[in-house]
């Protein structure tokens, strides 16, 4: 008898640590995020993307959200310094940078974020990675938000009530259609936009559509322009530390990749396309004042005309990358607007 149980002991303490040595092999990878987790990065790029992972990789790997670690200007300095794993940010919170990468915010791309994310991918893979403009970091993904519309406390029935107009701005090529239209520009992170707006510290936003459901803005912005094709398209890139995929095995470093690039992309844009549909349905059904401006419109062709030239800055200002700008430009415009979803 004392030898069966031992015997069971015996079995059931292997069985143990065999669990144990399963458990320790599990690899988190912290992901820092700067949104709230209603967001639809955190809500569905992020868990999709583990979801990948942890198929891929056969449940080595798996993907935790970590937030409060920081402004989203310095996500990319904590990734390279390894105190999160992997994270995403707006390029145009660091202004000089990622010059090259302000290129697929030109105004009029005329595509939605998915098919503008797909096309970006190629095009970075194509032109941008040599240029290195994200040293130290290995870039996962890239992709856009939907566009940018004005959003405001109080109701404008032209460009021309914005000047002078407190807006809050993030950056990239934003900063230049502000500057075109004479507003003051605010600097500050999304999430801080509720209460910029709510306390009256300024007058409105440029930001997608979505946002009047995941920053509540339908609270607080109840007037929102909506120009055909939006002011421009946010650029993002999501980017893992490369010592931390190279800690990893050759077989599970090559499932994530795998799971990476135009995929990833891909879902991102389609993801932060989806949250526009959401909260465009907030703020009818909130009685948000929507002004949804027609090609035709006097608004729109003013647009047209303020933005006009705005592509050869861009040029102009990546002269010093080696890149060819403006076929990267010409080919991302074609891909994103013959791209089938």
């Known amino acids: ?31 820092a995020s700067w949104l709230p987790p209603t967001h639809v990065q955190n809500a569905v790029v992020w868990p999709t993307w583990g979801k990948w992972i942890g198929e891929a990789t056969e449940g080595r790997v798996k993907l935790e959200i970590e937030y409060g670690l920081g402004h989203p200007k310095t996500l ?38 998915e098919a503008t994310s797909v096309a970006y991918w190629r095009v970075h893979q194509k032109y941008f990675a040599a240029a290195n403009e994200h040293d130290g970091l290995t870039v996962a993904g890239v ?21 002078g107009k407190k807006i809050r701005i993030g950056g990239g090529v934003p900063s230049e259609i502000g500057h075109r239209l004479g507003v003051t520009p605010v600097g500050a992170p999304a999430p801080k936009v509720y209460e910029l707006l709510q306390q009256g510290i300024v ?21 929102v322009v909506m120009l055909p094709g939006g002011m421009y398209l946010g650029s993002f890139s999501i980017f893992i530390n490369p010592d931390f995929l190279d800690s990893l095995s050759d077989k599970d ?28 349905k907030t703020a009818e059904d909130a009685g948000v004042n929507l002004i949804k401006v027609s090609e035709n419109d006097a608004f729109a062709k003013d647009f047209n ?7 050869q800055i861009w040029l102009e200002s990546v002269a010093d990358r080696g890149v060819d700008a403006e076929s990267a430009l010409a080919e991302l415009r074609s891909i994103a607007r013959s791209y089938k979803e």
Do not use: C
């Open 253 to 280: 470093r090559e499932a994530i990749i795998g799971v990476s690039g135009e995929k990833l992309s891909a879902m991102a844009g389609k993801a932060w396309d989806s949250a526009d549909s959401v909260g465009l």
């Open 143 to 163: 992709f856009v938000h939907g566009p940018g519309q004005i959003q405001t406390i109080d109701p404008i029935t032209s460009l021309a009530d914005l000047k």
């Open 203 to 223: 007058d409105g936003v440029f930001l997608p559509i979505a946002e009047q459901k995941t920053l509540r803005l339908n609270e607080v912005a109840r007037n």
């Open 305 to 311: 005309n303020l933005v006009e030239g705005i592509d």
């Open 1 to 31: 008898m004392f030898i069966i149980r031992k015997v069971k002991y015996l079995a059931l303490t292997a069985v143990l640590l065999s669990l144990s040595h399963i458990a320790s092999a599990e690899t988190i990878m912290r992901v």
């Open 76 to 113: 990319f300095e904590l990734v390279e310094d390894g105190v999160a794993d992997a994270s995403f940010s707006y390029h145009g919170y660091v202004p000089g940078r990622f010059k090259l990468a302000l290129g697929v915010e030109e105004p009029l791309m005329g595509a939605s974020a």
